[in-house]
């Protein structure tokens, strides 16, 4: 069941997809269509989820992977998740795969998918500026109601309560900013490397770029490489044009080069 609940005059909470959507959006305020277009975020959401949930027997992908309807009668949505989860297991080397023991699941990617289809709606409708969070998991656009740019803060996985970062858009760049963290603060031991079966422990990362789709799928992917070190998530994060800040299994920080443009990073 999804749900729409406006918070004062600029933002909404959406639940869908067993987490919460957080739309804040100065520039709908006046707008007459503005609770209009959120219930429709609030109804894609909706759609997604009964399309693309590998929880619900009846979603598209269900009945797909359990043989119960045929590859030449999925939907283009479902065809274009598909081809985008295959498409992150090539060039990951297969640290991000939705191909699994019980069938294909691609949860790992529909979140920042689904944020990303909703930050496209909001650009077609001239939202102007937003802050759309989807499970932590953020994208940016244009000035705060401060006038300044959008800070997205990055939780300390060692010290709770703390902020180990804040990330803002770079001076000049007036493309979204997407920021998207994977760890084992919160959930434990949740993530596994589809190839080799490790799971991280006390590792977490914070990846940044333009494209939340793709931001959210290689922080897993980037987070699961990390059991030699930091260097193989490091260098997935920079071949594929991103930025990255996080913590070892050692607790240590490291960062890729670029990230210095978008934050102060941790000591």
């Given at each position: ?177 997407a920021v998207a963290t ?22 977490a990362i914070t990846v ?60």
């Open positions: 069941m999804t749900t729409c609940t406006p918070v004062g005059a600029t933002r909404w909470l959406i639940e869908a997809m067993d987490t919460v959507f957080s739309v804040a959006a100065p520039g709908l305020v006046g707008r007459p269509d503005a609770e209009e277009l959120v219930a429709a975020l609030a109804t894609g959401l909706s759609l997604i989820e009964d399309t693309l949930s590998a929880f619900r027997s009846n979603s598209e992908i269900s009945r797909w992977r359990t043989g119960r309807l045929a590859t030449a009668q999925l939907s283009p949505v479902t065809r274009a998740v598909i081809a985008a989860c295959d498409d992150l297991e090539r060039v990951t080397g297969g640290a991000f795969s939705a191909r699994r023991a019980g069938g294909y699941d691609p949860t790992g990617y529909v979140k920042g998918w689904a944020l990303a289809r909703t930050q496209h709606r909001l650009e077609e409708a001239r939202a102007g500026s937003f802050c759309l969070n989807g499970g932590g998991d953020t994208v940016v656009r244009g000035r705060a109601p401060h006038g300044g740019p959008w800070r997205v803060g990055v939780a300390h996985p060692n010290r709770p309560g703390e902020l180990a970062t804040i990330i803002t858009a770079e001076p000049g760049d007036e493309r979204p900013l994977s760890g084992t603060s919160e959930r434990g031991q949740h993530l596994t490397h589809p190839q080799t079966g490790w799971q991280p422990l006390r590792s940044v770029g333009s494209d939340i789709a793709l931001v959210d799928a290689v922080a897993t992917a980037a987070l699961v490489l990390g059991q030699e070190g930091t260097a193989e998530p490091a260098r997935l994060v920079e071949n594929l044009g991103l930025e990255a800040v996080g913590f070892g299994e050692d607790g240590r920080p490291w960062w890729t080069p670029g990230m210095t443009r978008y934050a102060l990073l941790p000591a």
